[in-house]
């Protein structure tokens, strides 16, 4: 199964950076290190800025997932690397460009002047992954970019979120949910009615719902923000 695939709300990923997340950094459902062992790619972190040149050729309006394989705004990213990228997603307006990341506070690092060459560009998507109630403060920094689209990646869905604060539902504009994959292809599924509560307050705030494949789940609702 290719990377996209098993991804889902995205047909297409592109890598500007190289490399694995450094041990300290890495959840225990990162799922990157297997391919670089397989290819035997160059594991240390390091700027490929021609990976963009695939987006430079396609001319159809398109959706990447930004750093698939890394998370652009972890501690371990040169800043001078994360304005470099900014700066080639800046000249391809015709696509958006996804940012999923568990690091949110460091995006206020940039600012929020659009006249700044450090900005976030505007054809950016914001995410944060979530995966139980305790994680639910990591969305706070990504209410303050108020003129960008930004989403919520519940997979895995590892524990109840219970009910969230208002203040979070009314600036999410999307929310991904799936289940932990794990070795050979097998699933840890969350509970129904997690998974029922969080559908009921999405409806309730006319929230968009990509429900993933490998949520074991009978309504496979796959909504994508128009934004």
Same mark, same amino acid.
Request: with cysteine; proline share 8%; glycine share 6%.
């Given at each position: ?82 304005? !470099?990228?900014? *700066? ?12 999923? =990341? #568990?690091? /949110? &506070? @460091? ?62 539902? !009314?600036?999410? *504009? ?12 097998? =699933? #840890?599924? /969350? &509970? @129904? ?35």
């Amino acid at each position: 199964m290719s990377i996209e695939k098993s991804i889902g709300w995205v047909k297409h990923t592109v890598n500007p950076i190289g490399g694995l997340c450094p041990e300290e950094y890495r959840c225990s459902y990162y799922y990157v290190p297997p391919f670089y062992d397989r290819f035997g790619w160059e594991t240390a972190p390091h700027l490929q800025l021609e990976a963009f040149e695939k987006c430079r050729k396609r001319k159809k309006p398109t959706r990447y997932f930004l750093c698939s394989t890394h998370d652009l705004f972890g501690p371990w990213i040169p800043r001078d690397w994360i304005v !470099r990228i900014f *700066n080639q997603v800046r000249k391809l307006q015709r696509h958006t460009f996804l940012i999923l =990341t #568990k690091y /949110p &506070e @460091r995006t206020l690092d940039f600012p929020q002047t659009s006249d700044s060459l450090d900005t976030i560009p505007r054809n950016c998507w914001l995410g944060v992954t979530i995966t139980n109630r305790d994680d639910l403060r990591r969305f706070w920094p990504l209410g303050f970019h108020r003129r960008l689209t930004k989403f919520i990646s519940f997979e895995p869905f590892l524990g109840d979120v219970g009910d969230i604060h208002e203040d979070v539902l !009314r600036r999410v *504009n999307w929310i991904i949910i799936g289940a932990l994959t794990l070795p050979g292809g097998r =699933t #840890k599924q /969350p &509970e @129904r009615e997690w998974v029922k509560s969080l559908l009921k307050q999405a409806d309730r705030h006319k929230i968009p719902v990509f429900v993933k494949s490998n949520l074991d789940w009978p309504e496979k609702r796959q909504e994508i923000p128009r934004r």
